[in-house]
C-alpha cells in the first residue's frame, strides 16, 4: 500500500496590523512589516478543513521550490532578543541579527492526532445474559410481590394476650369396619396376582389381586417423539473487507508547513448473512396400555358411634362391638375455646392433639395467648 505524501502550507493573522490569510512563507506580515511572533496567536497557523472521512486536508499542495525548502528547513525558533521567528536552520536573527541563544522558544515538529478510529457500523445487539434475566426476573419479582412480601412479614407479628379458658369440648367416633371383597381397575402391568388373607382380631390382612380379567387398551399418557427435522434461519450480520479506503495523517513541520501522509487501507464493511442449521421436530403421540378389572379386599365402614362431651366430663370412647374379621377404628378431637382482650372481646380454639394435651386444660384457667396480625392462634401457656 503506497503511501503519498505532499505538503500544504497554513496562514497566520498578523496582530499588528489585522492582516488576515498570510501563508506561512512569509515571516513578516506583507503590509506592515512586523515580523511573525510566538505572542499575539501569530504562531498558531490555519490549514484549512479536512475530509470527514478521509482526514485528507482540503489545500492544495505545495508546488513552490522556494516553500517546500522552508518546510524542510525544521521548526521555527524566535529570536530572544526581538521575537521574530526564524527558518530553523539559520543560525542568525533574520530580524536583528542576534545569535540563536539556548533559551530562545522553538516550535515543535510533531504528528498530529489522528481521526478518531471509525464508529462500527452496526452495534451489536445487547446480549441477553443471566444477569439481566436475573435483573429483569427480580424486577417483577419485587414488583408483583413486593406488597404480598410486606403483607406477609406484617402478617407474622406476634402479640401476646391474658386469655381465659371458656369451655374444653371432645368428641369421639369409634367406626366398625369390615374387610369387604369389591372389584377395582388398574393397569395390567402394575397387578400381580396374590393371594388375600383375612384379619384376625381385625390386623394381619392381605387385600390381594385376584382374578384379573377384562382388560382393553386404554390411553394412559402421552410422550414427545422426534418427527423429522426442520430448517432454521436467522439473519445475522458481521465484517468483512470491502475493498480499500484513503485515511490520511499529517505531521506538524513546526514552521506553518505540514506533510500530509495517505495511504489505502482495508476498508469494513458489514453484510448480512443467513445462519441456517437443523433443528428436530417433536409431535405427541398418546401412549396405551392394558388396563383391567381385578378382586380384592377393602375396609368398609359399616356402623359408627359417636359420643362427646364438655367441661368437667371426661373423654370416654362409645361402646360397639366387632366381628371377628372386623376392626375397629378410633378417632378423637379436642378443642380449648379461649376468650382473650384486644381492643375487644376475641375468640380463638386450641386443638390438643391427645387426651393427655387435653385434660391439662380446665375451664377458668388462665392462659396467656400468642396471636399473629391474622388472628391465628400461635402458642397457648397456662399462666
Ligand atoms: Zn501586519
Ligand atoms: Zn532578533
Same mark, same amino acid.
Given at each position: 500500500?503506497?503511501? +503519498? ?20 512563507? =512569509? ?39 522556494? %516553500?517546500? !525548502?522552508? *518546510?524542510?528547513?525544521? *521548526?521555527?525558533?524566535?529570536? %530572544? @532578543? ?15 541579527? %542576534?545569535?540563536?541563544?539556548?533559551? %530562545? ?45 410486606? =403483607? ?19 368428641? +369421639? ?6 374387610? #369387604?371383597?369389591? #372389584? ?32 382393553? &387398551? ?16 436467522? #439473519? ?45 421436530? =417433536?409431535?405427541?403421540?398418546?401412549? =396405551?396400555?392394558?388396563?383391567?378389572? @381385578? ?9 359408627? $358411634? !359417636?359420643? &362427646? ?19 375397629? $377404628?378410633?378417632?378423637?378431637? @379436642? &378443642?380449648?375455646?379461649?376468650?382473650? !382482650? ?11 392433639? #391427645? ?29
Amino acid at each position: 500500500m503506497a503511501k +503519498r505524501t505532499r505538503i500544504i502550507e497554513g496562514t497566520w493573522n498578523c496582530s499588528s496590523c489585522g492582516k488576515k490569510g498570510i501563508l506561512a512563507r =512569509y515571516k513578516k506580515c506583507p503590509d506592515c512589516n512586523n515580523p511573525r511572533e510566538l505572542t499575539g496567536e501569530e504562531s498558531e497557523f490555519d490549514f484549512g478543513g479536512t475530509d470527514a472521512k478521509t482526514g485528507k486536508s482540503l489545500r492544495e499542495s505545495v508546488a513552490d521550490e522556494k %516553500a517546500l !525548502e522552508m *518546510a524542510n528547513a525544521g *521548526a521555527d525558533w524566535f529570536c %530572544a @532578543y526581538c521575537g521574530a521567528s526564524n527558518r530553523g536552520d539559520q543560525p542568525i536573527c533574520k530580524n536583528c541579527k %542576534a545569535e540563536r541563544t539556548d533559551d %530562545a522558544k522553538a516550535l515543535r515538529e510533531e504528528e498530529d492526532p489522528g481521526l478518531p478510529p471509525p464508529k462500527p457500523q452496526q452495534a451489536p445487539p445487547p446480549k441477553r445474559t443471566w444477569r439481566t434475566v436475573a435483573m429483569v426476573v427480580g424486577g417483577s419479582l419485587l414488583f408483583c410481590c413486593g406488597s404480598s412480601l410486606i =403483607y406477609g412479614v406484617w402478617a407474622s407479628w406476634t402479640h401476646d394476650y391474658a386469655g381465659q379458658v371458656v369451655s374444653a369440648e371432645w368428641k +369421639r367416633t369409634v367406626f366398625q369396619e369390615r374387610f #369387604t371383597p369389591v #372389584t377395582l381397575e388398574g393397569w395390567r402391568d402394575e397387578l400381580r396376582t396374590q393371594a388375600p388373607r383375612m384379619p384376625v382380631n381385625g390386623t394381619g390382612e392381605v387385600a390381594g389381586v385376584e382374578n384379573i380379567r377384562g382388560c382393553a &387398551s386404554r390411553q394412559r399418557g402421552t410422550r414427545k417423539v422426534p418427527d423429522g427435522t426442520e430448517r432454521v434461519c436467522s #439473519t445475522k450480520t458481521r465484517r468483512v473487507a470491502c475493498g480499500t479506503e484513503e485515511k490520511c495523517r499529517t505531521r506538524n513541520k513546526g514552521n506553518g508547513f505540514k506533510e500530509e501522509i495517505c495511504e489505502d487501507v482495508t476498508k469494513y464493511c458489514s453484510e448480512s448473512y443467513e445462519d441456517c442449521r437443523n433443528e428436530t421436530r =417433536y409431535r405427541t403421540e398418546p401412549v =396405551y396400555a392394558q388396563h383391567c378389572s @381385578y378382586d380384592t379386599y377393602q375396609w368398609k365402614e359399616l356402623d359408627r $358411634r !359417636e359420643d &362427646s362431651g364438655r367441661d368437667e366430663q371426661p373423654p370416654r370412647w362409645p361402646e360397639l362391638s366387632a366381628g371377628p374379621t372386623d376392626r375397629l $377404628r378410633r378417632e378423637e378431637k @379436642y &378443642s380449648i375455646h379461649i376468650q382473650y !382482650e384486644d381492643d375487644g372481646p376475641r375468640k380463638t380454639v386450641l386443638e390438643p392433639k #391427645t387426651e393427655q394435651e387435653y385434660l391439662g386444660w380446665k375451664k377458668g384457667q388462665q392462659v396467656t395467648v400468642t396471636v399473629d396480625n391474622t388472628g391465628e392462634l400461635k402458642n397457648a401457656v397456662p399462666r
